[in-house]
């Protein structure tokens, strides 16, 4: 892999019907890249991968390092080497969101995204440990226990891509949070910034891993309309 492509394992679509088993390892999915997002086997929490660590965020708010055996139903990835690096100071979510559609062009590429530096406040949620036989990504994500944090440093980390790709991925933002002191983590919910360092990087190669292996992923036979309206629902 290079720093020019964002590698995927499964994709955001196949955890709606409820394909929450993991079927990449922790250790496999650190070949391709650095940095990135996703989820545990079971949809057990939020993954945050930074420097080449990944983490899962808990429903019951801890914050631990995952082991290089378990595995995710989904997750992206990539090898972090930003194209822009900026200090931005008192932006709230939209100005920050809309700031960087505008100056870096983002609406109709593939980019990460990283802001690390102090929050005036952050909102995460984290989806809750499934059990078989699996419930859909809507029902199972109905109840999400929810966490705040005020004066929080820690860094944000996630992804921008075209709408026109909802259902293999988020369609816009999709971003998770990890504090310094590994207290509040998570899929973020809502933030502002007090000062923090943003950093972009745009890719022209989007790679999605499919689990050709996994028996239940073979079988399912996808809506694409209930795909997009559940994503909405979940994810947002």
């Keep these: ?23 990449i390892t922790a ?8 940095t990135g997002i996703g989820t545990l086997d079971g949809l057990n929490g939020e993954v ?45 979510q939209a100005e920050f969101e809309q700031q960087l559609l505008t100056e870096y062009q983002l609406e109709n590429v593939f980019a990460a995204v990283r802001v690390t530096g102090t929050f005036k406040h952050i909102k995460t949620r984290v989806a809750p440990k499934q059990t078989r036989p699996y419930q859909t990504l809507v029902a199972a994500t109905t109840k999400q226990p929810e966490f705040e944090g005020d004066n929080v440093t820690g860094t944000i980390i996630g992804y921008y ?17 990890l504090s310094d002191d590994h207290q509040l983590g998570g899929h973020l919910l809502g933030f502002d910034i007090d000062q923090a360092t943003v950093k972009v990087q745009r890719f022209a190669d989007f790679k999605v891993h499919l689990p050709i292996d996994n028996a239940a992923y073979l079988q399912e036979k996808f809506d694409n309309q209930a795909i997009d309206t559940a994503i909405n629902k979940a994810e947002r």
């Excluded at 892999?1 to 079927?23: D, S």
């Excluded at 250790?27 to 650095?34: A, I, N, S, V, Y």
């Excluded at 822009?84 to 008192?90: F, L, P, R």
Aim: glycine share 12%; hydrophobic share 40%.
């Design 1 to 23: 892999m290079t720093a020019n492509t964002i590698y995927q394992h499964g994709t955001l679509g196949l955890l709606v019907p409820g394909l929450f088993e993991g079927t």
């Design 27 to 34: 250790g496999e999915l650190l070949t391709h890249g650095d």
């Design 48 to 92: 945050i991968i930074l420097d080449g660590h990944a983490y899962q965020a808990r429903e019951d708010g801890q914050i631990r390092e995952i082991d290089a055996t378990e595995t995710m139903p989904f997750a992206s990835v990539h090898f972090e080497q930003p194209d822009v690096s900026v200090d931005v100071k008192g932006l709230s």
């Design 161 to 177: 891509a075209p709408h026109l790709f909802q259902g293999a991925t988020v369609g816009g933002y999709h971003l998770h949070f």
